[in-house]
């Protein structure tokens, strides 16, 4: 059973441009979460999707950046105009239907490393 | 709120024991442990919930008091492969949203 899958694992953008994050949950998940670690610093919550819906987008900056996860294919985070201040690295979780992530373990994809120039 | 974790760094001898702890100026639902090694994802540890609900890792154990919201992670026994950095982080409500803590740096050494 395949774990869950990000990518690219690293990804540059120069300041202003955009950047596409995948993530592809766990087979049977039907809940995802994002989240930013800054170097040296904990995980911060960003938004929780599960298909189709934003459950919870309390951690999301309000502007420049959008999450989806759609009927069909991976969960998409979207930062447009990317600024130096967006680098870290951007985690994907995902857990099994039956209750939220509060309830359920979280498994972790390995992470896309943005760094902008 | 982020939740609180103590001490903030750790050096162990192989087969000493540890303890970390958690705490929450929030009432808690959950709490779930996890270990992250530099550069790498992190690892699913263990999730304790109100109610006394547990699960996770056989070798792993932990607890939660509800009361005091806070729970402790318990490693006995360390081993090299412990060392990496323990988050715990906190479930406020039913709506999947973890707020984790700064994290506690723990090295075993030989």
């Known amino acids: 059973n395949a774990g869950v899958m990000q990518n690219p694992r690293h990804l540059v953008r120069r300041r202003g441009q955009e950047a596409r994050l995948r993530c592809s949950p766990m087979?049977?998940?039907?809940?995802v979460y994002w989240y930013r670690q800054l170097p040296e610093e904990g995980l911060k919550f960003m938004v929780y999707?599960?298909?189709?819906?934003?459950?919870?987008e309390s951690g999301m900056p309000k502007e420049r950046f959008s999450a989806e996860f759609p009927k069909e294919g991976p969960s998409i985070l979207r930062i447009q105009q990317v600024v130096r201040g967006d680098s870290a690295a951007y985690f994907c979780?995902?857990?099994?239907?039956?209750?939220?992530?509060?309830?359920?373990?979280?498994?972790f994809g390995p992470g896309t490393r943005l760094t902008v120039l | 709120q982020q939740p609180v974790q103590s001490p903030q760094a750790v050096i162990l001898r192989e087969g000493e024991d540890a303890v970390i702890n958690c705490s929450s100026s929030?009432?808690?639902?959950?709490v779930h442990w996890y270990r992250q090694k530099h550069g790498e994802a992190p690892v699913f540890l263990m999730i304790?919930?109100?109610?006394?609900e547990q699960k996770g890792h056989e070798k792993i154990s932990a607890s939660f008091n509800e009361k005091k919201q806070q729970s402790s992670l318990y490693l006995t026994a360390s081993q090299l492969s412990y060392s990496g950095t323990y988050f715990c982080?906190?479930?406020?409500?039913?709506?999947?949203?973890?707020?984790f803590g700064q994290g506690t740096t723990l090295q075993v050494k030989p």
């Open positions: 979780a995902s857990s099994p239907p039956g209750g939220t992530g509060s309830y359920n373990e979280q498994f």
């Open positions: 087979k049977g998940h039907s809940h």
């Open positions: 999707l599960q298909k189709e819906n934003i459950i919870d």
């Open positions: 929030k009432a808690l639902y959950s």
């Open positions: 304790l919930l109100k109610g006394g």
């Open positions: 982080g906190t479930g406020s409500s039913n709506t999947g949203k973890l707020i």
